[in-house]
């Protein structure tokens, strides 16, 4: 099956294929702490039961209503001098018996709706673990970038060092001296810079996990992904929650252009009534009553248009909707392609700018270069590693925007092994709108107390 060719191996086997301290919080470790601990999550979940309500609420209304009323009148006339007091308690119930089928269809609109929330809870999976994702690989790479920073403002400041003691035996000139220590200062601004950075990362990573990052795991091995653009598309235009969300919501507005011609025609109701008086009168009742609007100023017609466009612009969204996500995949597969290709050509500079330092260092001892060529040098190797280190953090970054791109970044693609949210379970146990202390009743408490309700 198709879920199964690309659904990633699991985290946890494929981290245990990585170099690993002891103690390392994995990048598993952080999607599981992003998704138990995130507050979008949950109110999402929330506005999903709140919609499996609006299923439970539409049932209803196909089902009797049962009212009772207590009543108590007491007169005292002046003009007859006479005092009278009356109570009385009355039992009615009504029903709809015929509507043409209007609360079926708003039934079946409200379980639409339903589905359509699931798809929309499922994107903020998506970007709740692309964010922890984001900012795991995020405090790596700034991590990375303050050590070969630090290592830089260390070599500098041997360099100045140097070129201090090459001063008093008058082999290089003050300019040289000078030179050496603006380098040294521009190295230390850039290590401020890039602690700055790691800090900014490290509260990104607490927003998406809900704890500051210890230490870091490699990344594990990249997950399995199609092997063509046009694969990867086909994927995505079938299972992305964003198209799934809009086709739900096209046929929300479909079965809406039904129910706004439905509300022009008529509608059966009865009625069942008891009264029970002080005096011991009792009093039966029943009545059958047939309705229809027939004028209200065009608001019906006006409706029923407004239906028809609702579901015009619901089309149109689901069209525009597959071209973004097909225009999403193929922005991700470049970033992958440009980001090896970008690590690739950072290596290549890596090694020619090292062996380049260390030729221009031995050169300088010599006479043949100048402290203006060491300094260049350096600079060169450390713009090179920097680059490598971005490079190489968009290329994991990009693995996973692919996946989410196609729709497939959710726990249960990725393998987490954790339990969870079951979307399905809360409205299972509302859509029949049970009574509290029917059985169904009580199965909603086992569900409200799971979900710590």
């Known amino acids: 099956m198709l879920r199964k060719t690309l659904t990633w191996t699991a985290l946890v086997a494929a981290t245990a294929m990585a170099p690993i301290t002891a103690g390392a919080e994995t990048l598993a470790d952080a999607l599981v702490s992003a998704y138990r601990h995130s507050n979008l999550l949950e109110q999402n979940r929330a506005a999903l039961r709140a919609a499996d309500e609006d299923v439970a609420q539409a049932v209803a209304n196909l089902r009797p209503v049962l009212q009772w009323t207590a009543s108590y009148d007491y007169l005292n006339a002046d003009a007859t001098r006479t005092i009278s007091q009356k109570a009385s308690t009355t039992l009615g119930a009504s029903m709809t018996l015929f509507d043409f089928g209007r609360n079926k269809l708003n039934v079946s609109m409200k379980k639409e709706t339903v589905l359509a929330t699931r798809e929309g809870l499922r994107s903020v999976e998506q970007n709740v673990l692309l964010a922890a994702i984001q900012a795991y690989s995020d405090v790596k790479s700034a991590s990375e970038q303050v050590a070969i920073n630090q290592n830089s403002a260390r070599v500098l400041n041997e360099e100045l060092k140097a070129s201090n003691d090459r001063f008093e035996v008058g082999e290089v000139t003050k300019t040289d001296v000078s030179l050496a220590q603006a380098q040294l200062a521009s190295a230390r601004a850039s290590l401020a810079a890039a602690q700055g950075k790691l800090r900014s990362a490290r509260e990104a990573y607490k927003a998406a996990t809900g704890h500051y990052p210890s230490n870091l795991a490699a990344f594990p091995k990249r997950p399995s992904l199609p092997g063509s653009l046009d694969a990867a598309r086909d994927i995505a235009l079938r299972s992305h929650p964003s198209i799934k969300q809009l086709q739900h919501t096209v046929a929300v507005y479909d079965l809406g252009v039904d129910y706004a011609r439905a509300n022009r025609l008529p509608k059966i109701t009865g009625s069942l009534g008891l009264k029970q008086e002080e005096q011991g009168i ?69 090694t020619a700018a090292r062996t380049a330092y260390q030729g221009v260092k031995e050169e300088a001892l010599l006479g043949a270069r100048t402290t203006l060529d060491v300094l260049s040098a350096e600079q060169d190797l450390l713009d090179a590693q920097a680059g ?17 791109a196609m729709g497939l970044l959710t726990v249960e693609n990725l393998k987490l092994g954790i339990p969870t949210y079951d979307p399905a379970a809360y409205y299972n146990a509302v859509r029949t709108a049970p009574l509290t202390l029917s059985p169904q009743g009580k199965r909603l408490d086992r569900v409200l107390k799971a979900i710590g309700q």
């Open 282 to 350: 009792q009093t039966q009742s029943a009545g059958i009553e047939m309705s229809q609007t027939l004028y209200s100023g065009g608001a019906l017609l006006s409706a029923q248009r407004q239906a028809v466009a609702n579901d015009q612009s619901a089309r149109a969204q689901l069209s525009q909707a597959g071209v973004t996500v097909a225009q999403n995949v193929a922005n991700a597969w470049s970033a992958i392609d440009i980001a090896k290709a970008q690590i690739s050509a950072y290596d290549q500079q890596i």
């Open 388 to 404: 490598r280190i971005d490079a190489a953090a968009t290329l994991q970054v990009a693995y996973y925007q692919l996946l989410s």
